[in-house]
């Protein structure tokens, strides 16, 4: 069974950093599409990121130059630095994985909170 | 970036009904349509498809259809655990856009 399992998040300030990890089971991640989806409290889903091929990587302009994805092949596992985090990224964070279509989320994690607040 | 509106925002459902979502595309996004459900503090699951494929393991009484820009999500006879949040989302165009969602509530 695919597992995906999301850790990291926190309260942090605004103008702080976290890293989020995603270890992965079942489901090879240098091998597939990997993204980070979020969800603002009560709100919809929102793309933030996606690593695939060979360290191929792409961002939603709310976070290009703040956020970096990334992946540590031998652990099998996603990572997503954030830095200068600022209130309005506050969310659920979940890594998901697709096969066939980058955009198309086959697994998903469990998710993992960011709070940004003072 | 391509807009997808879900309507209604909610559907008040008693059990054993049918249930029936409304997706539209801003513009048409052929049959890269898919549908997610999500439970209260979960991860959504996937569902459907290329507008009308089902997932691994999803039951039958969920059916998708359309093609294009108007796309719809039926469940035939809605169960106890059918309750939550759908989703539609494009996968057509960059980024991969979902609805604002259709929360289907206990009638």
């Known amino acids: 069974e695919v597992q995906l399992v999301e850790s990291g998040g926190g309260l942090v300030q605004p103008g702080g950093s976290l890293r989020l990890s995603c270890a992965a089971s079942?489901?090879?991640?240098?091998?597939?599409?990997m993204s980070w989806v979020r969800q603002a409290p009560g709100k919809g889903l929102e793309w933030v990121s996606v690593?695939?091929?060979?360290?191929?990587?792409y961002y939603a302009d709310s976070v290009k130059g703040r956020f970096t994805i990334s992946r540590d092949n031998s652990k099998n596992t996603l990572y997503l630095q954030m830095n200068s985090l600022r209130p309005e990224d506050t969310a659920v964070y979940y890594c998901?994985?697709?096969?066939?279509?980058?955009?198309?989320?086959?697994?998903w994690g469990q998710g993992t909170l960011v709070t940004v607040s003072s | 970036e391509i807009v997808m509106t879900q309507s209604p925002a909610t559907l008040s459902v008693s059990p054993g009904e049918r249930a029936t979502l409304s997706c539209r595309a801003s513009?048409?996004?052929?049959?890269?349509l898919a549908w997610y459900q999500q439970k209260p503090g979960q991860a959504p699951r996937l569902l459907i498809y290329?507008?009308?494929t089902r997932a691994t393991g999803i039951p039958a009484r969920f059916s998708g259809s359309g093609s294009g820009t108007e796309f719809t999500l039926t469940i035939s006879s809605l169960q106890s655990e059918d309750f939550g949040i759908y989703y539609c989302?494009?996968?057509?165009?960059?980024?991969?856009?979902f609805g604002q969602g259709t929360k289907v509530e206990i009638k």
């Open positions: 290329g507008a009308s």
């Open positions: 998901a994985g697709a096969i066939g279509n980058m955009w198309r989320y086959d697994y």
């Open positions: 513009q048409s996004v052929s049959n890269t």
């Open positions: 989302q494009q996968y057509n165009n960059w980024p991969g856009t």
């Open positions: 079942e489901f090879t991640v240098s091998s597939n599409y």
């Open positions: 690593i695939y091929s060979a360290d191929t990587t």
